[in-house]
């Protein structure tokens, strides 16, 4: 890597500029967990590493009433260890706490997670079921998006030359929502998700659905949201029919490859298993949350 | 004197705290990649990127100019090796194979064979130099699977070579190298008398050594030839005299191979890959070389062991004797020959004492890296077949799976199917052992699943070298060649210690460079403990004599009237005189002046080492939805001989074990169409990690082998063999499915499961 | 291409290095500081054998550029013992025979120092579960788990005291 420079800017403004200007290839850097792989492996040869860490509110989660705001380069650690954090949304956490190792996540972060947009990235799907939002900052200003609509395709966002993700926001949890995100891997950690699913639901007094939203990783280029797994859910008790239309739904959603990590056939019929099943942690946790959190 | 009762021990059974072991917990141990020589180069490989390909030419010439480039190396710098010249002493590589596979000549024979090597003033600028090469390849057809490279119509990947053991010898060259048979009796009528015969096909896929330490070596070639190699190795002596032939030096005196300490081999370092290129480099430039493997290089571009078909048909009586047992095994040795299937055949059936068994097995060429020794080289694979097959012949009989093992047990006397009569062998001692064993006592809850596996390995002895120096302190200094993968050097020094009858910590070992010791044959083949050890007591033993003769003199009395007891040496009984005990130091302080240094140095072929056999009990819970399997408990029996420091036994069996279970679930090469790796990392590469593994408990059985001075026997490779066949037997008790492709991973149980008990959407 | 000038405070002690942007960390505590401790199995992070911790947390210092450690404060397997003062964990690991040939024996003494550090009483899966990022082919891990959790006793009863 000839041509490489470094820069640690203390500005979101300096970072853009950074990140716009390069001539060639500019990568930011949060905790590098991804990009330094690439570039050993010279599957990516930036020009320009941007280290996004100096930057203040990059790291650190805080509160307002409505929203938890995280900065795009905190780690994954810093979010399991955030308490409240942890007990309002825990499937975002658990889809946190699994990219790889103690190690990883000790500098792993949620934006390098989704920018990196391999379709089996753990911390997705449930911060998309959550309906979280990212916060772009780049040359023509800010803007927010979904994040479902950051990851356009395996590799590729739909983040333009100079922006990055300066925070995510996710609503606080309502009375009885709440959520959990599963994923199967072949040992018991180390591995890419063959398959992953985040599930949110919100119920009434009695127990029944009335809001559901489901998410699946690693059986599609991008992460799927499963209208038809979300409305088998709503109106309805976790019952032994409301699971088998909803591992149904979930089956049919996939469009799976064949890889070294899984068959289409076996990532298909998981799919249908790990929706059940953090359906059912999703839907026990709701009912355990009376209040919201404030 | 005899050190086989173990209640006259002190030291030997003890459990001390290894010599090396601050320096390995404090990291200022030196392995391969962590030495340093000024004025040194970085080396980088450039590596084929055809599974099988005519190299038509090579250019160097942009390399070569680019700055900070001072040299590049490819085949025209590496001699032909002459027939004559192929192997050396009793060391089992063929030189010309193993020159030809450190760098490619005319062909390249699988994806990462070295083709050309630059070294540079640094990593960056060698990496860039590899770019600037250019090679040009003419892509030939592959072939990566064992019994698509044994058809006629295969691709062939050397015209030379006419399958051995074939009368009358073959007119076509072949894939197939070699074809071994291994017969006792008449199978064909042992299995017109069975009552029942079943016949199975097992496979296995190519398994790595993994271990965490990737290759690395710094050669230093002086001008008149004088080198020195610091390598991560299983063996200085090998190191040297194979750089010496593929480099072309011939000058062993010249070549000093220091072993550094080594992060794991388990067989993988009983070869070279980096120090002949190293050597070339260095002599070509003037300067040190360093060249350290990538973890992708490691898995790309050296020796797993060999994917395998192995197809065995057994016979036996309604009451579970078996009457003939067959097996046929097909293993890949990668581009050149020499995979382990003679062991295969051998170790298999080993543990059984059958009336009648033959056993065939073909070894196998195809595009893919050259296979090294991977722990009990063979016979986890053979064993995977037997062990499963004789599993199934049990469920079939209905007769509980230890119980066959007692009724068909190899016992004292029995002979097995390739030859030797068994005689003070522990197999039976392990089933019995397993019997009583309270895993099997816990209760099996829903899902779960409890098998039985056995193993046997013949482990080595050969050539050793060791030295015993008494300083001029009265602590001792012992000298021996074999690089410690495992906590050797600690039994050495305790066992010397036990002769000496001093603390254990008056005695350092040390694992001496080709220079400082005599030839040492490489640390494998469970041998270091025995061989080694065999060699370091008699070098002790005769320092004994020595200490003694000198206490004569400086009593001025008969050396005959001189004992040794305790580190000191005594007047033998009250007519030799009455005298003070005289200890190390007191000697040592004077031994210039009764005759000079004392010091004993010993040099031995070892015989008599003696088999393991083990037997293993695994119980798993399978997760039906999903195909994970789960270990939940785990207890290997093994009959060691002797321990001399039972913490590197246990910890020896407990390797094994880990080993084998990411053998049987999770490990496997990946190739794409082209012959391409998939997976050349620890991501997709899956081993397993401290979360898929419970405690793992293990019983050792001490049957002594009398031939060695303390009743050792090689404990390190046995253990690796029966965990595939214990799993599988412990997955099919779960489900009432037989595994028999290995790794035995999620989707395909899950597959497996949906073909006999297809699932409904809804969990019940 | 200009190096990296970059002060970092290593095992207690101010250090000043030059860096290329491409080196990691880990290239820089072998290359530059003749720091060998720390060892390399994989490049991709998948290993744990170049453990190390910065300001507070395990890393893998393959996945880190040198140029990042720039004011952070940083601890190598060399910083672990005081003197010729082990900590408990090397302690336990040489009494257990938790090492055979000892490659990866730094990156898991940094990473189970660090359990400790936040945990005095890991139970074995949770102690499991953290040093799963360290991979061990020797042992199997058993007498692993066992040193660190004989560790942890032993520092509960010297804070108890």
Known sequence: MPNLSFTAPTTVDDAINALARAPGLAKPLAGGTDLLVQMRSGRLRPEVIVDLKRIPDLIGIRETSESFVIGAATPGIMLSEHETFSRAWPGIVEGVDLIGSQQIQGRASLVGNLCNASPAADSVPALIAAHAVAVIAGPDGRREAPVEAIVIGPGQTSLKKGEFIVEFRVPKPKPRQSDAYLRFIPRTEMDIAVVGCGVNVTLDAAGLCTDACVVLGAVAPTQLIVNEAAEALKGHRLDDDTLSRLDAAAQRACKPINDKRGTIEYRTKVAGVLARRAAAIAFQRAAGRVAGVH | ?764 | MAKQHVSTIINGEPVEFLCEPQQTMLDVLRDELNLTGSKEGCSSGDCGACTVIVDGNIVCSCLMLGAEAEGRKITTIEGIAEGDKLHPVQQKFLEHAALQCGFCTPGFIVAAKALLDENLNPTEEETRYWLAGNLCRCTGYDKIIRAVLDAAAVMRAEGAR
């Open chain 2, 1 to 764: 004197m005899s050190y086989l009762d173990k209640d006259t021990l002190k030291i030997v059974g003890t459990r001390p705290i290894r010599p090396d072991g601050i320096d390995k917990v404090t990291g200022r141990a030196n392995f391969g990649a962590d030495m340093k020589m000024p004025g040194m180069l970085w080396g980088k490989i450039k590596r084929s990127p055809h599974a099988h390909a005519r190299i038509v030419s090579i250019n160097i010439d942009k390399a070569m100019a680019l700055p900070g480039v001072k040299a590049v190396t490819t085949r025209a710098d590496f001699p032909d090796i002459p027939p004559d010249k192929r192997t050396i002493g009793a060391m089992p590589h063929n030189l010309w194979d193993l020159s030809r596979n450190c760098m490619a000549k005319g062909k390249a024979l699988y994806e990462g064979h070295a083709v050309a090597a630059v070294a540079a003033t640094s990593p960056a600028i060698a990496e860039q130099a590899l770019d600037l090469i250019e090679v040009e390849y003419e892509v030939l057809p592959h072939v990566m699977d064992v019994e698509a490279a044994m058809a006629d119509d295969a691709p062939v990947l050397h015209d030379d070579i006419f399958t051995a053991g074939v009368e009358p010898k073959p007119a076509k060259p072949s894939n197939v190298a070699k074809m071994v048979r291994f017969a006792k009796g008449d199978v064909d009528a042992g299995f017109a008398e069975a009552e029942i015969v079943i016949e199975r096909r097992y496979t296995t896929k190519p398994v790595h050594q993994a271990y965490i330490e990737p290759h690395a070596c710094v050669v230093s070639v002086a001008a008149d030839g004088q080198t020195t190699i610091w390598s991560s190795s299983q063996g200085q002596f090998m190191v040297r005299a194979y750089t010496s032939r593929i480099a072309g030096a011939e000058d062993n005196a010249s070549i000093r191979a220091i072993p550094a300490e080594i992060g794991g081999g388990f067989g993988g370092k009983t070869i070279i890959y980096l120090e002949p290129v190293a050597y070339v480099l260095s002599k070509k430039s003037g300067r040190p070389v360093k060249i350290v493997m990538s973890r992708e290089e490691v898995f790309r571009a050296t020796g797993p062991t060999s994917g395998a078909v192995v197809e065995v048909k057994m016979g036996a009586k309604k009451d579970g004797r078996i009457t003939a047992a067959k097996a046929v095994l097909k293993y890949q040795s990668g581009a050149f020959p020499g995979s382990p299937v003679q062991q295969g055949c051998i170790c298999g059936l080993a543990v059984y004492d059958l009336p009648n068994a033959e056993a065939i097995g073909y070894d196998v060429l195809s595009n893919r890296p050259k296979v090294a020794a991977y722990r009990a080289p063979g016979a986890p694979i053979g064993s995977f077949g037997v062990e499963s097959c004789i599993d199934e012949l049990a469920r079939e009989l209905g007769i509980d799976p230890l119980k066959m093992r007692e009724i068909n047990g190899a016992k004292d006397g029995a002979k097995a199917a390739h030859g030797p009569t068994w005689n003070n062998i522990g197999y039976m001692k392990t089933v019995e052992a397993a019997k009583a064993h309270p895993q099997l006592s816990v209760p099996l809850g829903p899902n779960q699943g409890r098998g039985i596996a056995s193993g046997y390995w013949h482990n080595a002895g050969g050539e050793s070298s060791a030295a015993c120096h008494v300083n001029e302190d009265g602590t001792v200094t012992v000298t021996e060649g074999h690089p410690d993968i495992g906590g050797s050097r600690a039994s050495m020094a305790m066992m010397v210690a036990e002769v000496l009858g001093i603390p254990f910590e008056r005695v350092r070992p040390v694992v001496g460079d080709t220079t400082a010791i005599g030839f040492s044959a490489s640390t494998g083949g469970s041998r270091v403990t025995f061989a080694g050890g065999m060699a370091v007591t008699q070098a002790t033993q005769k320092v004994v004599e020595e200490l003694k003769k000198r206490a004569a003199i400086m009593w001025d009395i008969s050396p005959e009237a001189v004992e040794w007891k305790d580190g000191k040496a005594y007047p033998a009984g009250p007519n030799a005189g009455s005298f003070e005990p005289l200890d190390l130091p007191a000697i040592a302080g004077k031994a210039a002046r009764t005759g000079g240094p004392i010091s004993a140095e010993v040099q031995i072929n070892a015989q008599g080492q003696a088999p393991g056999f083990t037997t293993h009990i695994c119980d798993v819970e399978v997760d039906k939805e999903t195909g994970h399997v789960k270990i939940l408990r785990y207890t290997a029996i093994q009959d060691v001989g002797r321990a001399i420091h039972p913490s590197y036994v246990e910890g020896q069996m407990q390797g094994g074990v880990a080993q084998g279970v990411g053998w049987a679930l999770s490990e496997e090469y990946i190739y794409d169409k082209d012959g391409r790796l998939e997976n050349p990392g620890f991501l997709d590469y899956r081993v397993p990690v401290a979360s898929d593994m419970p405690m793992i408990d293990t019983v050792l059985i001490e049957v002594p082998n009398p031939r060695h001075p303390f009743g050792a026997r090689g404990c390190g490779e046995v253990p690796i063999i029966p965990p595939m066949a214990a799993v599988a037997n412990a997955i099919a008790d779960a489900t009432g499915i037989r595994l028999r492709d290995l790794p035995m991973s999620p989707p395909r149980l899950r597959a497996a499961l949906d073909a006999t008990e297809p699932m409904r959407a809804a969990a019940k």
